[in-house]
């Protein structure tokens, strides 16, 4: 057994990354995208969608996006798999594009789980309070910039 | 101060980062031999599934789709799509625990150490800090701790490399373990990918993008301590 793991085979440690991401997949891909899908169903119902569209199409217009795109990055936020799969839902109903998917795509993860984040890199670093409101502010700058750079280049 | 430095840097895990730039870059994305240095083509394709049968003028259409089906919506239509996600997650962290192995990320931190001054105004001690919050924000934000305690850093550099980590944190496994799957969709025609773009030129927009983000913490951090010296006031962070 030792003599194993003084020099693993490649496959092995394929394997090894493979079942971290079946980890990965089964605790959080799966629970965060199957909770997007249902909100997207719940916006769809209620019509929350199309506002939101309405709402954010001149903003989201300046980086070449509809304005239900706002509520991809809105889940971003919260979690980066949900995001995901709001885009899914999104792209299935017609109303994102594969262009406005290579646009968002940077984005979603630049102020992806910033909500949960304040706790585990704020938090855990120590950072002074009077400094998360900026940070916040510079992740949603970043998310724009990305959305800008990725207009241009697709 | 040079722990870090022990890890050796070889021609081998210069070679696994090139590697690794080239598989998720998309350029080698096609269907002659090459493809399999691509991790789109290797990644393959589900089998379709007899979506619907009609009879019509011209005979029996038999309409195929994949093995979630069309028009299903809410909780169960999210499983199941994320059912779809699995093995490109699986297949991506694999493929990171595999080059990692042959030093890939090694050899980023050393290219990168030099850079951190100018890019950043931070100090090359952050370089394995660096790479280890683009795995995981856990290990970037303890070790992070672990710098301004023991002073390598300072105040302003840990907020400015905070910065950094917090936007788009731990880049690499989570772009991998979701966002990678966004590139597998295929337009109406069913061979083309959807989306003009590629992983790697996502990742390298992400990761300008994140430098761009901490200078500007850098610019906050130098206009409002001025503000502070001359006013002899706390400057409320919420005005941003």
């Known amino acids: 057994m030792s003599a194993e793991n003084a020099k693993p085979m490649i496959t092995d440690i394929f394997v090894t990354g493979a079942r971290k991401g079946w980890t990965i997949a089964t605790t959080s891909t799966i629970p965060n995208v199957m909770m997007a899908f249902i909100i997207i169903k719940a916006l769809m119902i209620t019509g929350a969608l199309a506002g939101i569209g309405k709402v954010f199409a001149p903003i989201m217009g300046l980086v070449g996006l509809p304005g239900e795109a706002a509520a991809v990055l809105m889940s971003a936020m919260m979690s980066m798999g949900g995001a995901v799969g709001v885009v899914m839902g999104l792209y299935e109903g017609g109303i994102l594009g ?54 241009i280049l697709v | 101060m040079n722990a870090q430095q ?125 790479i280890a919050s683009l795995q995981s924000t856990d290990a970037g934000s303890s070790m992070t701790r672990g710098l301004i305690d023991e002073g390598k850093m ?48 996502c990742v390298a927009v992400m990761f300008v993008t994140k430098i761009f983000g901490a200078n500007l913490m850098r610019i906050y951090l130098k206009v409002t301590s001025r503000k502070t010296t001359e006013t002899e006031m706390t400057v409320a962070g919420g005005e941003a």
């Not at chain 1, 400094?131 to 990725?150: D, H, R």
């Not at chain 2, 393959?44 to 028009?71: H, L, N, P, Q, Y």
């Open chain 2, 6 to 130: 022990d890890q050796k840097v070889t021609i081998g895990s210069l070679i696994a980062l090139a590697f690794a730039v080239v598989f998720f870059s998309g350029l080698l994305q096609t269907n002659e031999w090459y493809g399999v240095f691509d991790f789109t083509t290797l990644n393959g394709g589900f089998g379709k599934v007899a979506a619907s049968v009609a009879d019509g003028a011209e005979g029996i259409r038999t309409a195929m789709s994949d093995f979630r089906g069309k028009g299903g919506s809410g909780a169960k239509d999210g499983f199941i799509f994320a059912l779809t996600l699995v093995p490109t997650v699986m297949f991506a962290m694999g493929m990171i625990e595999v080059l990692q192995h042959f030093g890939a990320l090694e050899a980023a931190r050393k290219l990168l150490t030099p850079l951190l001054r100018p890019l950043l105004g931070i100090s090359g001690d952050s370089g394995l800090a660096m």
């Open chain 1, 98 to 151: 594969g262009e406005h998917i290579a646009i968002l795509a940077p984005a979603i993860y630049l102020m992806g789980s910033i909500v949960q984040y304040m706790g585990r890199i704020l938090g855990v670093v120590g950072t002074e309070g009077r400094l998360i409101p900026p940070m916040f502010v510079i992740c949603i700058i970043n998310a724009f910039v990305a959305m800008f750079i990725m207009n």
């Open chain 2, 154 to 201: 300072t105040k302003e550099e840990g907020d400015v490399f905070t910065m950094f980590q917090f936007s788009a944190g731990a880049m690499i496994v989570n772009f991998f373990s979701s966002g990678a799957v966004l590139f597998t969709l295929m337009a109406a025609d069913g061979t083309t990918p959807a989306v003009p773009a590629s992983i790697g030129l």
